[in-house]
């Protein structure tokens, strides 16, 4: 299924959505078609292309393992066809009430003759809390 | 400074260059100068704008916690003013031989009136080997 969202935010909030509501058509409606698609999860590889893409959600939309996310706004770029927003997402386990740490996502929505749709969802673990940062070079 | 790239495969070049000379100017040179420059590296908060950004690279960019890394291509997206490459980094501490974990990059690049800067330096970790992935809801 495919859907025509108007706008990058149409997208985002449908994107939370199937993740609440573990729906996994919903979650493959808000993707870009192209094999560029790619998404990133904690614990995962990357996954490349819609059809790797729904195989990696189908376990975890699996209602058993609902979660809850709150997210927190960062930044917005908007320019053109393209449009990033970079967030915190705070993830509770429905189940046990186990709340996770803080992770930074980063999410690129791309505009077609469609309308817009998810082109890249990255996490990336937020720092440790404030003295247990290392002072090293942790570079890259 | 302020360089004009004429592509975004430059800036990345520049960027990684800064890194491997320990050139805080160099990297500095790369970077978009809006206040949505975004930077995270594993370990670290994110930084916004370009002086936030000098004040984290200036303290890792010294000689003698020198790194060596190399970049493995993922994905390379490019429409209109905006340019996004996967990569994945292979990093050494150059002192010790120390091969750190490889490591995730989300690399965007920006087009304005002079050429392309990099916007965003988003680092995330690769997943743990398999074997040790958990096969938990781990979701975002």
């Given at each position: 299924m495919s859907t025509a969202f108007k706008t990058p935010a149409d997208v985002e909030d449908s994107y939370y959505d199937a993740i609440d509501e573990c729906d996994l058509e919903k979650m493959m409606s808000?993707?870009?078609?192209?094999?560029q698609a790619a998404c990133l999860l904690p614990m995962q590889p990357m996954h490349h292309g819609t059809e790797a893409i729904r195989a990696m959600w189908k376990p975890m939309l699996d209602p058993e393992l609902q979660v809850d996310i709150t997210v927190n706004h960062l930044e917005w770029i908007e320019q053109g066809d393209m449009a990033i927003h970079l967030l915190e997402e705070r993830v509770t386990?429905?189940?046990?009430g186990e709340r996770q740490p803080p992770i930074y996502a980063t999410n690129v929505y791309r505009r077609d003759q469609e309308g817009w749709h998810l082109l890249l969802h990255v996490n990336s673990p937020a720092p440790p809390p404030p003295g247990l940062a290392p002072g090293g070079p942790g570079v890259s």
């Open positions: 808000v993707w870009d078609h192209s094999p386990l429905k189940g046990t």
